[in-house]
């Protein structure tokens, strides 16, 4: 995998790795966000050594919106 295939593939904006239940999606573009925009609003969280950067609920909340999939509609009421 080269670096130009992960991020600008036009048939593929989700990548998996590993098997449910251990398994993490990587999103290259997420529908109804601008990137910039989101890492000026994320969250930098500690677990043990590890840090994570999260997206913020805004924003999350944005992106479940821009989906307009049934299973983020109800996610946006468990959310909010």
């Known amino acids: 995998m080269t670096e130009d295939a992960f991020l600008n593939n036009p048939d593929f904006d989700v990548f998996t790795f590993g098997r449910p239940p251990v398994a993490i999606d990587i999103m290259t573009s997420v529908k109804g966000l601008d990137f910039d925009e989101c890492f000026l609003n994320s969250q930098l969280k500690s677990a043990g050594k590890l840090q994570i950067r999260l997206l913020s609920l805004s924003d999350l909340l944005k992106a479940k ?4 999939r049934p299973k983020d509609i109800d996610d946006i009421s468990c959310l909010s």
Not at 65 to 68: L, P
């Open 65 to 68: 919106k821009a989906s307009g």
